[in-house]
Structures are given as C-alpha cells and as structure tokens.
C-alpha cells in the first residue's frame, strides 16, 4: 500500500514538473554553468589554494564539486516539505488530502519523495560533469561513510524542514529562520571552502 502512495505522489509531482519544461530544463542547465563557473575559479586559485585542502585531496575543484552538489540535499530538507504544503493550500488540493485515510505525516513526507529524487539525479549529473568533462578524480571514493554522513545530514535538516512545513500549516507561511540556517551551513560547514581556514572564535 506505501508503495502504491510513493509512486502517486511520484507519478504526480514528475506529471507537474516536466509539464513545465523551460523551467525543468532550466534547473540542469543551471548544474553545467554552475560546475563550469567554479571550474575557472579553482584554475584562478591554481596551486595557491592546496596547502589548505591537504587533508581533502589538495584540489579545489573537486572539493567544491562534491560541496555544491551535495548541499542541494540540505536545502531541499529545509524548504520541500513547507515547500509542498504551501503549494497545496494554494492549488486547493492539500485539504483534499487531509480527508483521505492517509495519515497527515505520511503525506508530508511524501509529498517532498520527488524532490528528494530529483536532487538525487541533480547530484549525479554534477559528478558525471566534473568526472567525463573536468576530469574530477573520483577512483578512491569512501563511499559508506560519505552515505552515513550524508544520511544523518539529511535527517538532521528534514527535521527542520518539517518544523517548517509545520509553521506553514498553522500561520500559513514558512519558518523565517529558513534562509539564515541555510545561509551559515554555507558558510561554516565546508561547502565553498574547507572549515580550517575560519578564525578560531567561529
């Protein structure tokens, strides 16, 4: 029956989005001048930047490569769930749904089930670009504890991201602590550089 509810709400959300096909196109075609884009920036830094990336390989590039491509999975956490609600009490369809048998958490949670596999796929496609196109060096990946890291990462913002969807459903707009949560986790978490090279009070 949940798998039956998955591919709905799959099947439903894909149908919305590449009925829109300028914007779906948009968001992969964002991906290649986003990797080209700081592809030039790491050429600029050259070898000036690698004393500081020592511990993650000394190139820039792919550090970068790998911190944008997997932020996407943090800033879908915080924002799809409040996302998809907000959505539904514009288009009139979330009321339609709380009137199913389906548990109010289960339809939260499986309404934001496309975006998460949509950045599945927006990662991908940053890692092939970087590794057929950049030449990224991804042969010695360690590949379970990056999975764990990301997992809990993931369930540590979606936790957020729920208290958000919360925030939607009673004042009708989302947790303006949003923005600034994503902002310092760019910031601070290694994303754009590694954490080493912030001053000590931080």
Request: no cysteine; net charge positive; glycine share 8%.
């Amino acid at each position: 029956m949940i798998w039956q509810k998955m591919a709905a709400f799959i099947k439903r959300d894909f149908s919305t989005n590449i009925s829109y096909r300028l914007s779906f196109f948009f968001q992969f075609s964002g991906i290649f001048f986003s990797v080209v884009t700081f592809y030039f920036i790491a050429k600029l830094f050259g070898k000036a930047a690698t004393p500081y990336l020592e511990s993650y390989g000394g190139d820039y590039f792919s550090f970068v490569l790998i911190g944008i491509a997997f932020s996407d999975y943090l800033g879908v956490g915080l924002s799809s769930f409040a996302g998809t609600i907000r959505e539904g009490q514009m288009l009139g369809t979330l009321e339609a749904m709380l009137v199913t048998p389906t548990r109010v958490h289960t339809i939260v949670l499986l309404s934001s089930l496309w975006q998460f596999l949509l950045t599945s796929i927006r990662v991908l496609a940053y890692i092939l670009l970087g590794v057929f196109f950049f030449g990224v060096n991804m042969s010695r990946p360690n590949i379970p504890a990056a999975l764990l890291i990301l997992i809990l990462t993931i369930l540590a913002f979606s936790s957020l991201g729920i208290i958000s969807a919360s925030f939607i459903m009673v004042f009708k707009r989302g947790n303006p602590l949003n923005w600034i949560i994503n902002s310092s986790f760019t910031l601070l978490g290694g994303v754009l550089f590694p954490i080493t090279i912030l001053p000590d009070w931080l």
